[in-house]
């Protein structure tokens, strides 16, 4: 009797033990999916000349009433990002890389609870002579791919005008045109590797110091400086878009102007 009061004890506590187990997991809640973000892209301006590089702010939201797993590497280069182009005859085409590296990091996903806002800005740099060389109405669209790339969110359509240079900017752009790469002509790398092409920039600031393409020239030309010790004429362009409050690379140019400060403090010690 006493071996079946204990045997019936321990089924008593297996039964309810169980049933609470079962009950707390159902009171949990559960995550939602990566496809239920949602994601809004928008830009500092709607008009840009051709080569102009194109700032594009992207927001993620979660609004829904539960945690998602999710990321927000929006960075060009880690290839998560898919930019589709509506171009003024009103084909659309995607752009087949944002970026000239291809990033192989593999990011962590992160619990993003309810109500969060992630917003981030990125710079479309890279082959702008081939999706956006011709004046019209563009419009484009953003897609973002979860870590495992099974899940997508899209976001709305962004509209902008590509406009025909003229005066100042006709000038600039069509010294540009003397380099033999539009690809990169403001992504940089090619400015490292060709004192051409630093040639061009320079004058550009130099005749055309107030075009649409000089603060981004500037930026080039300071990273350019910076990598080949010349961190004077680094500085001289830094201090000039420093006093451009809504330039996209303020904080970068910020922190380059630190980066030369530390480097001279070290060198005095």
Known sequence: MKKLNFRMI???????????????????????????????????????????PIPVTFTLENNTSTSIWGHAAFELYLRYLEILVQKPDGSVQKIDALSLLNGRTFVENGLLPPGVKIVKTEVLDYQLERYFGEPGQY???????????????????????????????????????????????????GVVNSEKEVQVLERLIGIYPESSYSDYARYVLSSYYLATKQNDQAKE????????KNFVYLSEVMDKLSQIERAKVAAQN
């Not at 169980?18 to 301006?45: D, H, Y």
């Not at 025909?164 to 000038?171: F, I, K, Q, V």
């Not at 362009?237 to 451009?244: A, F, P, S, T, V």
């Open 10 to 52: 321990c089924f008593l506590i297996s039964f309810f033990g169980m049933t609470f187990v079962i009950q707390a997991q159902k009171a949990l809640p559960q995550n939602g999916e990566f496809r239920e973000l949602s994601l809004q892209i928008n830009s500092s301006a709607s008009n840009f000349v051709p080569l102009e």
């Open 139 to 189: 419009k484009i669209k953003a897609v973002f791919n979860s870590r495992e790339h099974n899940q997508k969110i899209d976001s709305n359509w962004l509209s902008f005008t590509i406009s025909e240079p003229t005066g100042e900017n006709l000038a600039a752009y069509t010294l540009l045109k003397e380099q033999k790469n539009l690809t990169t002509v403001f992504w940089g790398i």
């Open 237 to 244: 362009m830094l201090n000039e878009l420093g006093k451009k």
